[in-house]
T-cell receptor, first 111, second 113 residues
Framework: DAKTTQPDSMESTEGETVHLPCSHA???????IYWYRQVPLQGPEYVTH???QNTTNSMAFLAIASDRKSSTLILPHVSLRDAAVYHC????????????FGGGTRLTVRP | GGIITQTPKFLIGQEGQKLTLKCQQN?????MYWYRQDSGKGLRLIYY???????QKGDLSEGYDASREKKSSFSLTVTSAQKNEMAVFLC????????????FGPGTRLLVL
């Protein structure tokens, strides 16, 4: 079972940089680390993914530990729109690989 | 960019009724998926399809049928709706090959009376 461990919830204030941790101690060599986020009444939104190297895009920076057993999603200068449940997922690179969401981390952003 | 459209947004059915949900994508992606999400829970894969007319069962296929009529569309049928059932059905698509990032539609919310 491709499990990850994340805190249930985190709080922040607008403008802060948020670090969302994820543990995936048993990750396999062909598994990528994906991050999605979801707000009520909407489908999951892709945030970013990586294999070994840190990655960055317009939404976030993904820092992956050198042993790949953990990763941190870094959200710079969060706004109220960043409030969501963030899911960290392990997934292999085969076509048809299924996503398995756990509970994720509920990020609350205060004005 | 592209978009995934799901219809209807909300679906209210009767117990025992056959209900069909539709999904369209204009990413030109090869692979499409149907997931079910129950309140406060994660996703469970129902069916997926890696190309037109292909169908692969997921973990939750019992009680459902699916049809990949063409590359851009993937339908899901609830063969017999269960009383008091309430869930969100999410359609997703991904390009074939490595790093299959899946992009999701907004979901269809089902309520069975």
């Amino acid at each position: 079972d491709a499990k990850t461990t994340q805190p249930d919830s985190m709080e922040s204030t607008e403008g802060e940089t948020v670090h969302l941790p994820c543990s995936h101690a048993t990750i396999s060599g062909n598994e990528y680390i994906y991050w999605y986020r979801q707000v009520p009444l909407q489908g999951p939104e892709y945030v970013t993914h990586g294999l070994q190297q840190n990655t960055t895009n317009s939404m976030a920076f993904l820092a992956i530990a050198s042993d790949r057993k953990s990763s941190t999603l870094i959200l710079p200068h969060v706004s109220l729109r960043d409030a969501a449940v963030y899911h960290c997922i392990r997934m292999n690179n085969n076509a048809g690989a299924k996503l398995t969401f756990g509970g994720g981390t509920r990020l609350t952003v205060r004005p | 960019g592209g978009i995934i459209t799901q219809t209807p947004k909300f679906l209210i059915g009767q117990e025992g009724q056959k209900l069909t949900l539709k999904c369209q994508q204009n990413f030109n992606h090869d692979t499409m998926y149907w997931y079910r999400q129950d309140s406060g829970k994660g996703l469970r894969l129902i069916y997926y399809s890696i190309t037109e007319n292909d169908l692969q069962k997921g973990d939750l296929s019992e009680g459902y049928d699916a049809s990949r009529e063409k590359k851009s569309s993937f339908s899901l049928t609830v063969t017999s709706a269960q009383k008091n059932e309430m869930a969100v059905f999410l359609c997703a698509s991904s390009a074939t090959g490595l790093q299959d990032t899946q992009y999701f539609g907004p979901g269809t919310r089902l309520l069975v009376l």
